[in-house]
């Protein structure tokens, strides 16, 4: 089965009151995440990072909308992160900043 945002946890029941008048249309299902290792390369260096599955899905789909790699991704984000974050946090951040920026745009 591909992974779809139908099929990682989104919903669109039950959404609550404070968040309907929003505009929200989906609520995040967080019960059922399974973090994964995956080999990527920054700046052609093999490492290693886990993530949960949801957060790979959104790189993945970041990288297709933007049509470039998920390993450029991750070297653009290793060149602008902070000494004190790991870079499975550092690839979080980008994930919520580019999905805020998104919103943004849309409204």
């Not at 290792?37 to 700046?43: A, D, L, M, P, Q």
């Not at 933007?66 to 979080?92: G, L, T």
Request: hydrophobic fraction near 35%; aromatic fraction near 6%; glycine fraction near 2%.
């Amino acid at each position: 089965m591909s992974k779809t945002p139908e099929n990682i946890g989104f919903t669109d029941k039950l959404i609550p009151e404070k968040m309907s008048h929003r505009g929200m249309t989906a609520v995040i299902n967080l019960n059922s995440s399974k973090l994964l290792s995956r080999n990527i390369r920054i700046h052609g260096r093999r490492t290693s990072i886990r993530l949960d599955d949801r957060m790979w899905y959104a790189l993945n789909e970041i990288s297709a909308t933007e049509n470039c790699s998920v390993h450029e991704i991750c070297s653009a984000v290793y060149d602008h992160k902070d000494d004190d974050n790991s870079m499975s946090a550092a690839i979080r951040i980008f994930l919520m900043n580019y999905y805020r920026i998104q919103a943004k745009n849309k409204n």
